[in-house]
């Protein structure tokens, strides 16, 4: 999508306008003194935009025009959310270890000072009157954290323990809104409540009354009362599948949320839903979060062709019958199926041109459940907001170029993918990434970026060589899947069940599902690859194997024929030619009623 039109100039026009910019930005570069270098233990005083050197190829992104990035840090490992303190230190979740402390001392954009505490991997993170609150998937912590320190010097506090945890959308969010109070999500370990085969073909949905006692909602709790439990807090919502984008608007005083949307229509109902109808639908839609509000999840999702809110094929949707007119709220905006909205902030700074003032900023971590189409998302995108503070119902992609490719169908092919998204005092937007633990820092100065490098006086400390050019044609490194023969039956099974979770190409999705391609299990003894068809990896597996973060469901529904032409199609596949098995072989393995 354009996001902005570059007007035609004249040739005597464009020079007059480059000395314009050049001269401008080497005033400003002259006024600006060298700032001298802090210690780790004294407040950070960044430098403003006006006087960073942009990262050779934005850092591999693709901006507007007058945007520019520099690389805070790189490497750091798989990375979640982030907080950005008034003297501009970054404070980072690891997913699986403690929270980065970052803290620029030179004014050159770039972390000099890299500190870890703390541990138990998560999510959610937020600076809040004097503390700094942060959550793993099963419990909320605070730190004293005093004005300037970079590391908190005492032990952490537990503020709310012992919450939900399921394999399946188990990071909990946090926020607090201007009553000062603690809004903290708890995610649904399920794709429709489908039961116990949930995400399989002809999965039926549950009651789920109960459930949702416990999960799929907010809930609002005091941020200064230790050691909560989820009854103790104050059941603020509900009928949600995984909300992890939430931002507090102080124009509408409300908050505003992004809902995951559901996967699999066509896995669950091939009949009715095709591998099209499961790329594009369902939405991921944000909504205003009220206090009550039920937002119709399991028993329905929005889908953005149709324009309508429809029932779910686990309760009896055929892709044609609506909910209720009324019942639920259709969303404010609904973003392409898929994309998995993570870390939202509204912009309140000055630095960015006024269209963005009031806006909202959402990172999309990036489709998994899109094959056998191109993945889509990986970016970060934008929503204006009125002057009442509402969307005007339109969105556009702002920041491009994570994946370092054009298109591609795996997601593990994807160099960066965007996870936390946060604004510093300057104004500039502060981003991190999962693949590769890179932190950038967007900034705008209106000026080309050559125009600033020259005035600048050449490079900076931290460029890199420019890649992105090269990374759009590297050839994927999952292993390539076997033709799919018209008369294979294995093979069109495994594209209508396994493709979507484990690729067409059997390279999985990291953290989610695992690859095929390779796996010693795949290449292994015959009766252990059915018996996971059959049973599912949970009572397939021993209680000590690792499992994937979505739950795979039993395919106990195959018959002996289907099952034995699947297996024998995944294992000669992905096994390294491992031996085909027969339906006897199934037969041996399948429980007896």
Avoid at 299 to 324: S, W
Avoid at 332 to 347: K, S
Wanted: net charge neutral; hydrophobic share 35%.
């Amino acid at each position: 999508m354009a996001l902005a039109f570059q007007e035609r100039r004249t040739p005597v026009l464009l020079l007059v306008s480059s000395l314009g910019v050049a001269l401008a930005a080497a005033a400003v570069h002259a006024q600006s003194p060298a700032p001298r270098p802090r210690s780790a233990t004294t407040p950070a005083a960044p430098r403003s935009a006006a006087g960073l050197v942009p990262a050779a190829d934005e850092g591999g992104l693709k901006l507007p025009d007058g945007f520019h990035a520099v690389i805070v840090a790189d490497e750091l490992g798989p990375l979640r959310f982030l907080a950005v303190s008034p003297g501009g230190d970054l404070f980072v979740k690891t997913k699986d270890g403690g929270i980065l402390a970052l803290r620029d001392t030179n004014g050159d954009g770039r972390a000099d000072v890299k500190q870890t505490f703390g541990s138990g991997g998560g999510t959610g993170i937020a600076l809040h009157d004097g503390y700094l609150y942060h959550s793993t998937n099963s419990a909320v912590y605070r730190y004293r954290l005093a004005p300037g320190e970079l590391v908190p010097k005492g032990e952490p506090e537990t503020v709310i323990s012992d919450l939900p945890l399921g394999r399946q959308h188990e990071a909990k969010s946090l926020a607090f809104g201007e009553d000062g109070q603690l809004y903290v999500e708890v995610g649904s370990p399920s794709n429709s409540y489908g039961g116990e085969h949930d995400r399989a073909k002809g999965a039926k949905g549950e009651d789920a009354t109960e459930f949702l006692a416990t999960h799929g909602g907010w809930w609002r709790f005091d941020p200064g009362r230790p050691n909560q439990k989820l009854s103790d807090g104050y059941h603020y919502s509900t009928g949600h599948r995984h909300m992890l984008s939430i931002a507090w608007n102080s124009t509408s005083h409300s908050f505003f949320v992004v809902q995951m949307g559901r996967d699999q229509l066509s896995t669950v109902d091939p009949e009715h839903y095709t591998d099209e109808d499961n790329a594009e639908k369902p939405s991921e839609d944000m909504f205003q979060l009220k206090e009550g509000a039920n937002f119709g999840w399991p028993y329905t999702y929005y889908d953005p062709i149709q324009k309508a809110r429809m029932v779910a094929p686990e309760y009896g949707g055929d892709n044609l019958k609506r909910a209720e007119a009324g019942k639920y709220p259709d969303p404010l905006i609904a973003f392409p199926g898929h994309w998995a909205p993570l870390q939202m902030a509204f912009y309140s700074g000055e630095q960015f041109p006024a269209k963005y003032r009031g806006g909202a900023f959402i990172a999309f971590h990036g489709s998994w459940n899109r094959a056998p189409k191109p993945q889509k998302g990986y970016n970060v995108t934008f929503v204006p907001f009125d002057d009442k503070g509402m969307p005007v119902g339109t969105y556009e992609v702002f920041a491009s170029g994570f994946p370092g490719r054009d298109e591609f169908t795996v997601p593990k092919d994807a160099r960066y993918r965007p996870t936390g998204l946060a604004f510093g005092p300057d104004g500039s937007m502060y981003v991190s990434d999962s693949e590769k633990g890179r932190v950038w820092r967007i900034f705008y100065t209106g000026a080309p970026a050559d125009a600033i490098r020259t005035t600048s006086g050449g490079g900076a400390p931290g460029a890199v060589p420019a890649k992105t050019a090269a990374m759009s044609s590297r050839p994927s490194t999952a292993t390539a899947a076997a033709p799919v023969a018209a008369d294979d039956a294995g093979a069109k099974l495994y594209q209508m069940a396994c493709a979507t979770c484990h690729m067409p190409d059997g390279s999985g999705v990291p953290g989610m599902q695992p690859a095929l391609a390779g796996n010693k299990i795949v290449a292994g003894p015959p009766a252990t690859v059915i018996r996971i068809v059959l049973l599912g990896p949970d009572k397939a597996l021993p209680p000590h194997k690792a499992m994937s973060g979505n739950q795979m469901p039993p395919f106990d529904s195959l018959s002996d024929e289907e099952a034995a032409s699947v297996v024998s199609y995944v294992r000669k596949t992905f096994g390294k030619g491992a031996s085909a098995v027969t339906p006897a072989q199934v037969k041996a393995q399948r429980p007896k009623k």
